[in-house]
């Protein structure tokens, strides 16, 4: 029911599908992005594509989990369960079967700085699909046994979780890094803060949170901006027009160089690490994307894919990436070894990181890199949804409309100097904190659970 808001280069939430094969879109330096303002003054931005009777829209309202109560965890994954679960006169199965009789995917999801929504529908459906979008967001009912049936599931997941090696890692680094911040919450909630919701406070979260001062809207396919625009005001002219937003802190990652171990009796331990990172404004953003795309982002063709996996075969995948949050950022990464090989591929992680600080990128790495990342931009708009998304992001980090046009130009104006000098600014293996969770050898630690 959630998912995290990750940077706007780095990929793009893969909605799933509404018909089985993709539906193509065009390639990204040719799509044409519109403004669109309703006569209510609702704004989104618009790439009109015609090809197959299919519209998705993306929207999001700033203020996701990390703006929750701190007695009510979870609170924003709860709203995000509930929303299709009936709504005005409609009771969850009347409006599920309203949903399926139009064909139309409808979804929302709650991340660390966001709380977003998605809608797909023939071209046919428009009106009364967007118009059952507009019921859930200003008519919900949050009826007593869908709250407690998403209540139960949640619970049942959390349980689950505490179980997983991933998420306890995952969950585990975000506290080490964050403690004393809501970014150390866990996005899915804790079972006192699940357990503590009310109708009341679902209902005051839609009165507060969900409001038209605080969004953003995305959308592609087969309509005209003069058909989305009174589609628009019909669909969130009635939101509250100010949210109301308690005020999330910056804050600076904590935990340089501390390693977490939480043993667990299995055979593999999985290891979260990561360091301080850059937000999405700074100008050196784009070396430092394709700095880290050198380093663990590229997959197979990464250093650290190269030394841990190819040489030494300590584990199946590795990976690193770049999260610019709203109030802070991340260099962050993953990989799953053997217990008797974690101490050696954590110092590999540290070595590898120590020597793209000290030496950078070849040019033949940063050549690469541009001829990948320029080469397969357009590929990630490979559905309309995906399209969608993307249009919120850039809205989201002010990238400007034309943004598809300009991206591969600031990708291709990196130099190797540029390069060079932003790994050695941005990675500092000396603050690499660690968490593993398993039952590792021989690994010195700072601090156990």
Same mark, same amino acid.
């Given at each position: ?30 799509? &044409? ?17 015609? !090809? ?14 990390? +703006?929750? =109560? ?64 507009? !019921?859930? @967001? ?42 004393? +911040? ?57 939101? !509250? ?12 990652? &904590? ?9 667990? /009796?299995? =055979? ?10 850059? &937000? ?30 190819? &040489?030494?075969?300590? /584990? ?8 610019? @949050? ?62 969608? !998304? ?58 156990? +659970?």
């Amino acid at each position: 029911m959630h998912v995290i808001r990750s940077l706007i280069l780095g990929g793009i939430l893969a909605m799933s599908a509404l018909v089985p094969a993709l539906v193509p879109v065009p390639a990204a330096a040719a799509a &044409k992005v519109e403004r669109v303002v309703s006569p209510g003054g609702i704004e989104a931005w618009l790439v009109n594509e015609p !090809s197959l009777p299919i519209v998705a829209m993306r929207f999001s309202f700033h203020g996701g989990s990390s +703006h929750d =109560p701190e007695d009510r965890i979870g609170l924003s994954n709860m709203v995000s369960g509930l929303l299709d679960e009936g709504a005005g006169d409609m009771d969850s199965l009347a409006f599920q079967t309203r949903l399926d009789d139009l064909a139309v995917e409808m979804g929302f999801d709650a991340g660390r700085d966001e709380f977003s929504g998605h809608l797909k529908t023939l071209r046919e459906n428009l009106k009364p699909a967007f118009a059952m979008l507009a !019921s859930a @967001l200003t008519e919900p009912r949050f009826d007593r046994e869908p709250v407690e049936r998403i209540r139960g599931q949640i619970l049942s997941m959390l349980a689950r979780n505490e179980k997983d090696p991933n998420r306890i890692a995952r969950q585990t680094w975000a506290e080490a890094m964050y403690p004393d +911040h809501p970014y150390g919450w866990p996005t899915d909630g804790t079972p006192e803060g699940i357990a503590a919701v009310t109708p009341d406070d679902l209902h005051r979260y839609m009165r507060e949170r969900i409001a038209r001062s605080n969004l953003t809207i995305g959308v592609a396919g087969d309509i005209t901006a003069q058909e989305l625009a009174p589609l628009l005001d019909a669909t969130f002219g009635s939101l !509250s027009e100010t949210a109301v937003l308690d005020t999330v802190p910056d804050v600076e990652p &904590k935990a340089a160089g501390q390693v977490v171990i939480e043993h667990i /009796a299995i =055979p593999q331990s999985v290891v979260a690490f990561g360091q301080e990172g850059m &937000k999405r404004a700074d100008p050196d953003y784009y070396a430092a994307y394709i700095v880290n795309e050198i380093l663990g982002g590229g997959g197979f063709g990464s250093r650290l894919t190269e030394e841990v996996r190819e &040489k030494r075969g300590l /584990a199946y995948g590795i990976y690193t990436y770049l999260l610019p @949050l709203d109030h802070s950022a991340l260099m962050a990464g993953g990989v799953g070894t053997q217990n008797a090989r974690v101490a050696e591929t954590i110092q590999i992680i540290r070595d590898e990181l120590e020597r793209m600080r000290e030496d950078g990128p070849t040019e033949k790495e940063l050549d690469d890199a541009k001829t990948y990342l320029t080469g397969s931009f357009p590929l990630r708009f490979d559905s309309n949804g995906e399209l969608a !998304s993307y249009l919120v992001g850039m809205q989201l980090e002010d990238l400007g409309i034309d943004y598809l046009d300009k991206r591969n130009s600031y990708i291709e104006a990196v130099t190797l100097d540029d390069a060079k000098r932003v790994a050695k600014a941005l990675i500092d293996p000396a603050n690499l904190a660690f968490v593993v969770v398993g039952d590792p050898e021989e690994l010195a630690e700072t601090e156990t +659970h």
